[in-house]
């Protein structure tokens, strides 16, 4: 699993094996926390999609994500192709260390993916 979560003012801690996720409030995108698995799957699948369907490019913000499992991992990684035809991006800011493996071990050639912080 990915590694201890701090947790920061303000914010509650993520429930294990729930995931939860709402728009961003500065940027275009959405925020999630808690964990991308078999058990949020179709949520996270959900979410992408939204994210394909508005302009521009697309932001996560995922440093309250304690893990992403592989089959999360792909489905950002397909949402992504879908993306890079339209000559977009998905920014991720501060994936938990499981998302950013995968996308090294998997993805690497996915150039539509910026990995940030």
């Known amino acids: 699993m990915g590694g201890p979560h701090t947790v920061r003012a303000g914010e509650e801690a993520p429930r294990h094996g729930v995931l939860d996720i709402r728009p961003c409030a500065d940027r275009p995108g959405i925020a999630a926390s808690g964990e991308i698995s078999l058990t949020s799957q179709t949520e996270w699948e959900g979410a992408l999609e939204g994210l394909l369907s508005r302009g521009g490019d697309a932001y996560l913000e995922l440093s309250a994500v304690t893990f992403v499992d592989v089959a999360g991992t792909s ?11 339209a000559d977009r991006r998905i920014v991720v800011h501060e994936p938990p260390p499981s998302l950013r493996r995968a996308l090294e071990m998997f993805w690497s050639d996915l150039t539509v993916i910026e990995v940030t912080g």
Do not use: D, N
């Not at 489905?75 to 035809?85: N, P, T, Y």
């Open 75 to 85: 489905a950002l990684a397909r949402a992504a192709q879908r993306l890079g035809r």
